[in-house]
């Protein structure tokens, strides 16, 4: 008992080393398999369809979508709609084999960082910019100024930040871009006598219902209707009560939590590690010292500013990683030079800042490397091929319970929400037809199955979201599964009502 005692939880990224490790033995005993892929050529303006290495140029016509069984109507495909290959319907084939051996294990976690520059960069460039805020001490004055606002009624921290987030995941799929705000946000809730759980699960409990109850989202939900053949609008009204009932449930959760442990610290999941948190995030609030000038405040406005112009950019203008990441070194820029901060001393604050997130970018190249080795493996379209023949027939009650388990197994191996819906939607929706249930009550269950999927996946944005504040995943693990079963319960109601009205 004392050896477990001494036993450490492993760090998160050895967490990703063994999953990678079980993948590549996965890869191993999951034969190989491939369903044939559609694309859409703008330029010439056909079809091409890719079967192993061969590709065969199609006509782009409602009747060459007909022949191969794809019920989705042309002008999703020539208005830009759906934009990747998607999987034809019963064209599943067995391959050979491509088990990934040393050599892929050792080479998926840099080819899984090559791919994620994109954002590691981003993480980096937040990385410099907190650091150039907290060299001016904007932080720490606006801190204090808040704690003293928000005296008796820090809860409302948790509603406005859970909601907030909760509404733009469900909008546009703000997921990877919450990194950002863990180094904002953390210090004020520890400042409001809660721990870094709380601030944790307001930001990625936000995302994740968010995300779970998509309405518009153009990454799952307009793509997996899309690929299903349907409007968007078509099953809108179950999601939104859903996402409404779901929001609910999680604040009330969270914030019954926190009420915890603002009464007794002793409480916390995280106690043990209260003053490491603390020290490295905020010093006592008591102790400082520094006045919220008019300078600190045009600082603490252009910091924020920064984050509602990326917001804006992604959801209204467009824009991914690059141009978010260009407004947050602007932001620094333009920060280092009304605080006066002297040319070595930015770089040497803004290399420092970025240095404090090197492990957390490294996690995020780690995480994509574990796809990399089941892309590599060829398995994910084994699974889908067996999902699908699994599910046929059942009784739709059933069917549609079934389904939306298998997308919460799926998402482990697809973890991105608009891969997933490309690859399965043609393959399931039909499914859907010959139990008699509408295919919006489809594009739910895998919404609701890989939303649900995310609050515990460690293949996605979590484990470098937890590494952010210093919290073990199996902390968090601990906090947040009876929250999961809560929702599960909940999203299989909702999916089984929509089968029945």
């Known amino acids: 008992m004392s050896i477990l005692k001494k036993m450490k939880f492993p760090t998160a990224h050895t967490i990703l080393f ?5 993948v590549c033995l996965l890869t191993w005993v999951i ?18 369809v890719q079967s192993g290495d061969t590709n065969q ?48 294990f050792i080479q998926a976690p840099l080819k899984g960082i090559m791919q994620s520059a994109d954002i590691i960069l981003l993480v980096l460039i937040i990385g410099g910019l907190i ?27 948790v509603i406005m930040v859970t909601t907030l987030i909760a509404l733009g995941g469900t909008t546009f799929g703000l997921e990877e871009e919450t990194i950002a705000f863990y180094p904002i946000l953390i210090p004020i809730f520890l400042a409001a006598k809660y721990d870094a759980l709380v601030c944790v699960a307001s930001i990625y409990v936000g995302s994740s219902i ?26 809108l009204n179950s999601r939104l009560i859903m996402l409404i009932l779901g929001l609910i449930l999680c604040i009330a959760y969270i914030i019954r939590y926190a009420q915890r442990v603002k009464k007794d610290s002793k409480r916390s999941f995280i106690h043990d590690q209260k003053e490491e948190i603390e020290k490295l995030f905020m010093g006592p609030v008591e102790s ?15 910091f ?22 260009s407004v947050f070194l602007a932001g620094a820029l333009l920060i280092g030079l009304i605080a006066r901060i002297n040319e070595k001393k930015f770089v040497a604050e803004f290399m420092s800042g970025a240095k404090d997130l090197l492990s957390v970018a490294f996690i995020i190249g780690i995480a994509r490397g574990v796809t990399v080795l089941m892309e590599d493996g060829q398995v994910s379209d084994t699974l889908l091929f067996y999902a699908s023949e699994l599910t046929s027939g059942m009784h739709k009650g059933f069917f549609i319970n079934v389904t939306f388990a298998l997308y919460n197994g799926l998402a482990f191996f697809i973890p991105s929400s608009s891969g997933m819906a490309v690859l399965t939607m043609p393959i399931m929706s039909p499914l859907a037809d010959s139990v008699g249930i509408g295919r919006e009550i489809m594009v739910n269950a895998y919404q609701f199955g890989v939303g649900l999927f995310k609050f515990i996946s460690p293949t996605g944005i979590l484990l470098a979201s937890l590494a952010l504040v210093n919290v073990g995943y199996n902390k968090w693990l601990k906090f947040i599964i009876p929250l999961v079963i809560l929702l599960a319960v909940l999203a299989m109601i909702m999916l089984t009502l929509g089968v029945y009205f």
């Open 31 to 48: 034969p190989a398999g491939q369903y044939d892929r559609l694309s859409y050529n703008s330029d010439s303006e056909t079809f091409t």
């Open 18 to 22: 063994i999953i990678a490790a079980v």
């Open 131 to 157: 650091s150039i805020v907290n060299a001016t001490k904007a932080f720490e004055a606006g801190i204090a100024w808040l704690a003293e606002k928000l005296k008796g009624r820090e809860f409302i921290l």
């Open 304 to 325: 924020a500013n920064t984050f509602l112009i990326m917001v804006y950019g992604v959801s209204q203008l467009g824009w991914w990683f690059l141009e978010m990441t």
């Open 210 to 235: 968010g995300t779970l109850a998509s309405t518009v989202n153009p990454f799952s939900t307009i793509i997996a209707s899309d690929a299903a053949g349907i409007s968007w609008t078509e099953g």
């Open 57 to 104: 140029s199609l006509p782009a016509a409602q009747a060459t979508l007909d022949e191969l069984s794809i019920q989705i109507p042309l002008e999703k495909f020539t208005s830009g709609a759906i934009s990747k290959p998607i999987s034809i319907p019963n064209t599943y084939k067995t391959l050979e084999g491509n088990p990934q051996g040393l050599v892929g």
């Open 288 to 302: 400082v010292t520094t006045k919220l000038t008019g300078k600190l405040k045009l600082v603490l406005v252009i």
